[in-house]
């Protein structure tokens, strides 16, 4: 047997599909949100069980022959996603509704392929900064009536330029439709539409002087390979190689730097590129099993065979290790590290072009050794 997950709107009973109707007639058990189960007719004699609050205790209870309410379209960041998650043992038939997206771009006019979506439901806000700082429309999808004001101020932190239209109850008759403004009361089924005045500029980080070189940080961001987990970077400085990383695969970071007032500079960079991150105000030698798993670590400074160990050992099959230096200290002990775990050595010269008299001349910088490790299969 089945369980049949039926999407429902904010237009209720009446935006059913007559076999979503007969569906819900015919059930015994169904499962929903309070404001969901109150769309339900009479007619319906099912027994109505709300989710409870924590929701995913609740999941267990759902048994094959049963039904589910769902928001809109149940796959979409909805009900029906978390069960194929979390009830892998579950047989589904979806039903679904219009999504909360396809509606609001209908509203808009907004072609939807040309649209960034971005849930905010019990998730980190960062991937909305980083939506919005491409230039393309972005479709957040709310927890509350409190999330436009978030969005607002998180994107007025970030210096971005965008406005915002807050779609409520769409679908339903009290939908409304309108530019967003501080006083407004929003109702908790919202959604926010982004649209920015255009792409934002180049990100420059903030920094006292304490940054990778944005040539060096290129090759070393290339040297890490960006992905959509975490990288560990220690001795962060600006946090510039990190949120670089992140910026070019969709990852998130974990910063070590021991300076307090250089990590509430990382924190601040990350929030502004539209970064998820944990800022570690600690020496670079403290690792931490409580960190997210690592599939890079980039040491900009502080290492040492014990860092370089501890880093090995955390970091999963196929994960890399990148550690620059300058010192010649550092590049004999990037050698060593080489001879004892593997790896390859690589340097880099840069010269910039510098006037000389009348003329100008390159003026080489101090070379930059990179240790770059892959964790193999054991």
Partial sequence: MTVVVVGIGADGWSGLTDGARRELEDATVIHGAPRQLEYLPPTVTAQRRPWPSPLLPGLDAVQPGQHVLASGDPLFYGIGATLTRHRPDLTLRVLPHFSSFALACARLCWPAEDVTVVSAVARDLAPIVRAARTGRRVIVLSESGRTPELVADLLADAGLQARLTVLEQLGGPRERV?????????????????????????????????????????????????????????????????????????????????????????????????????????????????????????????????????????????????????????????????????????SYTVADQRPLGAGTAWEPRRPVVQWIYVKEEA
């Fill in 178 to 346: 309108s530019p967003w403004r501080r006083d407004a009361q929003v109702d908790d089924l919202n959604v926010i539409a982004i649209e920015p005045d255009s792409a934002a500029p180049p990100f420059e980080f903030e920094h006292d002087g304490q940054i990778t070189k944005a040539d060096i940080r290129a090759f070393t961001v290339a040297a890490l390979v960006p992905s959509d987990g975490w990288i560990w970077d220690f001795g962060a400085g600006s946090g510039s190689v990190g949120i670089s990383w992140a910026l070019a695969g969709g990852g998130s970071v974990v910063a070590v730097e021991q300076r307090p007032d250089r990590a509430e500079r990382v924190a601040r960079n990350a929030a502004r590129a539209g970064v998820r991150n944990e800022v570690v105000v600690a020496d670079s030698a403290a690792l931490s099993t409580d960190l997210p798993e690592p599939d890079a670590i980039f040491v900009g400074g502080g290492l040492t065979e014990t860092l370089a160990a501890a880093s090995v050992g955390v970091l999963r099959h196929g994960g890399r290790l990148v550690a620059n230096t300058v010192t010649v200290e550092g590049q004999a002990l990037c050698a060593r590290l080489r001879d004892r775990f593997g790896g390859i050595l690589r």
